[in-house]
């Protein structure tokens, strides 16, 4: 499985369930998010992009994720850069890229969403 089904099956999965479900369904999504995590994290190694010295297609397919972070350790009360400094690491390389951060929601934006869609289905 590529990294970029890879992400957008697998990263999914977790986040929604460690955004909208409580209990042992919550603390294993963050287990299996962490797990993920770290799984890219070793996948982007010590290059400073996924592909290499350039932000490339698997960049650009998993940097919208990184505004999702906020809500994620709001929620599921952890934290990611102490299991994932690498992986945060490339995250703020990609944003400093004006192209990225442009075209990509704030992440207090995306933790209102979350928290009016926790609010709208009863998870609150």
């Not at 990225?100 to 609010?119: G, Q, T």
Request: hydrophobic content about 35%; aromatic content about 16%.
């Amino acid at each position: 499985m590529g990294v970029f089904n890879y992400c957008n099956l697998q990263v999914y999965d977790a986040g929604r369930r460690i955004l909208f479900s409580k209990g042992e369904e919550q603390e294993q999504g963050k287990n299996d998010f962490i797990e993920i995590l770290k799984t890219l994290q070793g996948q982007l190694g010590d290059k400073p992009y996924f592909g290499g010295e350039k932000l490339g297609f698997v960049d650009i397919a998993l940097i919208p994720f990184y505004t999702w972070f906020c809500a994620y350790e709001t929620f599921g009360d952890f934290k990611i850069e102490p299991e994932c400094p690498k992986l945060i690491s490339w995250a703020n390389r990609c944003m400093e890229k004006e192209s990225v951060a442009k075209s990509l929601l704030d992440e207090m934006k995306v933790y209102e969403f979350v928290c009016f869609l926790r609010k709208k289905y009863g998870v609150e």
